[in-house]
């Protein structure tokens, strides 16, 4: 793969910021939009919006196409069996929250447990502890070793007969860490527990195959795989789907509604009340095409050399803290660290400056924040349009960063 010429799809790379050419490394919190997926959005604003499944005209015909047609792609892209296992949502959050109301508070009860780990994000700790609250279950966390990796016996430990539900991220937002999630599923169905799998930062990177991974649940975001913002997926076995009850409730969801009483539509499209994100959807669609030519091994494999070259060049500046693995195969495209005494805020300004962008604060993660002993971090996160020498600018600027601090205090 050919980052330069990857690049050329991506028109908002080809600026300056602060009279710097603009060095995007902040692509675990949004990636940048290739034409392809542009295009599809403005073509179907112009040629064929209409609402979906309710009109029999020509316009409502294309826009219903295009938006279950952008379903049979994600189903292909995760490898579920059928698209009925397929919800679209707003997001990763939404996903989680929609398994956490509805599985979880028919399921759970006092006594049971809720498993997951220290590096989850927000949106895969709050729901599980609203759970907890409302339900009496107790929420348990599975510890991570010194690199912030996790040991299967350390799940093995935390997770038995009264575990209902383990939850975890496939990679982590912060320490880039890539979890044993086929494994994981083995050990929560061996004790009668369903696996929930925060897939946010794993679907833009790499292969997933939910039936080789033999997930329950799985979520993730179109906006950091190229698509756009406000457009997730759902993923769930048919079984668990089919006797779970929608939390949203309005037109589109309905099968038959009498005065005092109503029953739903079949999956998928009981959990999808009202207008659905139609745009989203179909440019959804068009990320999952753009992607899938270029190929996810490719992709996985470009991030991988950027992850150890990143670290290997990082490593230099004196006074460096890397957070995760030094290794960079058990790690995603992405590393959190931060410099000597420089506050994450103040790096993240600096490097502004020079046209580069990273993320700086708790990144979501504020119990991840707790168990490395920081208040917040510095993240420089890559993705398929990256290169070497955007690594390189990233260095320069942090011992540019480094020399200013020390020159000032």
Avoid at 1 to 27: C, H, K, T, W
Avoid at 229 to 257: A, C, H, R, W
Avoid at 364 to 386: D, G, I, P
């Amino acid at each position: 793969m050919n980052a330069a010429d990857v690049r050329s799809y991506f028109p908002i790379l080809n600026q300056e910021v602060n009279g710097n050419p603009l060095v995007y490394l902040d692509s675990a919190a949004t990636s940048q939009k290739p034409v392809q997926v542009i295009e599809a959005l403005d073509k179907y604003y112009r040629e064929y919006n209409s609402n979906v499944h309710r009109g029999v005209h020509t316009l409502g015909t294309r826009a219903t196409d295009g938006y279950e047609g952008a379903r049979e792609k994600v189903r292909k892209f995760i490898n579920a069996k059928s698209t009925q296992e397929i919800i679209f949502t707003r997001g990763t959050t939404t996903a989680l929250n929609t398994v956490a109301v509805s599985y979880g508070r028919a399921n759970l009860s006092e006594g049971d447990e809720i498993a997951i780990t220290y590096m989850e994000h927000h949106s895969n700790i709050i729901p599980w502890q609203q759970l907890a609250k409302a339900t009496g279950a107790t929420l348990k966390y599975i510890p991570l070793q010194e690199d912030g990796t996790v040991s299967l016996e350390d799940v093995k430990e935390i997770v038995n007969s009264n575990t209902k539900i383990v939850s975890m991220t496939m990679v982590s937002n912060v320490l880039g860490v890539i979890n044993p999630i086929k494994e994981v599923a083995q050990i929560a169905h061996a004790n009668g527990a369903i696996l929930v799998v925060d897939g946010a930062q794993a679907a833009p990177h790499m292969k997933i195959d939910v039936q080789d991974l033999d997930c329950d649940f799985l979520g993730f975001s179109a906006h950091k795989m190229c698509g756009p913002t406000g457009i997730g997926v759902l993923y769930g076995k048919k079984s668990l789907l089919e006797n779970m009850e929608p939390i949203e409730f309005g037109g589109e969801m309905i099968d038959f509604v009498d005065l005092y009483d109503s029953t739903w539509k079949e999956l998928p499209w009981k959990f999808e009340g009202g207008t659905p994100i139609i745009a989203g959807a179909i440019g959804l669609g068009a990320a999952i095409d753009f992607l899938t030519e270029i190929g996810l091994d490719q992709i996985q494999a470009h991030e991988h050399r950027l992850a150890a070259y990143a670290l290997e060049r990082m490593s230099e500046v004196e006074g460096m803290k890397i957070y995760g693995p030094m290794d960079a195969s058990k790690r995603a495209g992405l590393v959190t660290f931060n410099l000597a005494d420089v506050h994450p805020h103040d790096v993240a300004t600096v490097l502004d400056a020079e046209g580069i962008a990273i993320r700086a604060g708790h990144h979501c993660a504020q119990v991840l924040m707790k168990w490395l002993k920081a208040s917040a971090t510095a993240r420089a996160s890559f993705y398929l349009y990256n290169t070497e020498e955007e690594i390189d600018k990233l260095v320069a600027g942090l011992v540019k960063t480094k020399e200013y601090f020390s020159d000032v205090f």
